[in-house]
């Protein structure tokens, strides 16, 4: 066993976080900056620092800390970390600052706000999981960039929209300019319920073997395999590899 077993209602936990990374943490730094880009963290995901007090807001096991650095940046700052447990989203929303907004939208598939003032019920292990997810897929995406000889890869970020942590990069710019690919981390959703590795060509070119490409939208590599796999981080890279070198090929 490599990775903390997942809860039985893994849908349900991973709605929960689906909904407060949207409502909650991106909107937080959009409310500010007016867009959000969100990453993984050790134990969690969260912002990266933002706005005049290099605030960040962050999800780590079962709460959500809303963090500032006010003053200068040479060691005399003054900090404060605000952590909220066993909340609402109506809590959440304003311990981050700002109302509750049922129009907000991070894309095409954003999560329903629901019931703002309904008691969030969230498995402190569900968070871990979904960062250790993350990291190690985005390793392995560090990995494949630095493997290839000019990637032109794009920076990789937490979708709230899919709970997904992605880039893109161009397949062979030399002999085949244009063609690019998404490689990431999802954390599940109706198409495979548990969390996966994906390789999602731009085009409809499937080159290589047939097996591979398991999915209408590419490649998947799922959570129990890599799971079962005794270097998980090597079994990630080698997927991503291997999907881009059918696609040069």
């Known amino acids: 066993m490599n990775f903390v077993?997942?809860?039985?209602?893994?849908?349900?936990?991973?709605?929960t976080l689906q909904r407060i990374a949207t409502h909650v943490v991106a909107q937080a730094q959009q409310k500010v900056t007016g867009?959000?880009?969100?990453?993984?963290?050790?134990?969690g995901f969260g912002t990266p620092q933002f706005g005049a007090d290099r605030q960040r807001v962050r999800v780590s096991g079962g709460s959500v800390f809303v963090e500032t650095a006010k003053g200068p940046r040479d060691g005399g700052a003054?900090?404060?970390?605000?952590m909220i447990a066993g909340s609402t989203l109506r809590d959440l929303c304003a311990a981050a600052g700002f109302e509750p907004d049922p129009d907000f939208s991070v894309?095409?598939?954003?999560?329903?706000?629901?019931?703002?003032d309904e008691p969030l019920m969230l498995d402190s292990e569900t968070t871990t999981v979904v960062g250790d997810w993350y990291l190690l897929g985005q390793r392995a995406m560090d990995v494949t960039i630095a493997s290839l000889p000019d990637p032109q890869a794009s920076v990789a970020r937490l979708w709230p929209e899919h709970f997904d942590i992605g880039i893109d990069l161009a397949v062979d710019p030399a002999n085949k300019?244009?063609?690019?690919?998404n490689l990431g981390a999802a954390a599940g959703d109706s198409y495979h319920e548990e969390?996966?590795?994906?390789?999602g060509p731009w085009d409809d070119s499937r080159p290589g073997p047939a097996e591979f490409w398991n999915a209408p939208f590419g490649a998947t590599l799922g959570f129990g395999e890599l799971d079962a796999a005794e270097n998980p981080l090597a079994a990630a890279t080698e997927f991503f590899l291997h999907g881009v070198a059918y696609l040069r090929s």
Do not use: C, K, N
């Not at 867009?35 to 134990?43: E, I, K, Q, S, Y």
């Not at 300019?177 to 690919?181: A, D, Q, V, Y």
């Open 78 to 82: 003054e900090t404060s970390v605000h």
């Open 35 to 43: 867009h959000f880009a969100l990453m993984a963290v050790p134990g």
């Open 107 to 116: 894309g095409h598939d954003t999560p329903e706000l629901g019931d703002v």
């Open 195 to 199: 969390p996966y590795l994906y390789v």
């Open 5 to 15: 077993q997942l809860p039985d209602d893994w849908p349900t936990q991973r709605g």
């Open 177 to 181: 300019p244009g063609i690019r690919t």
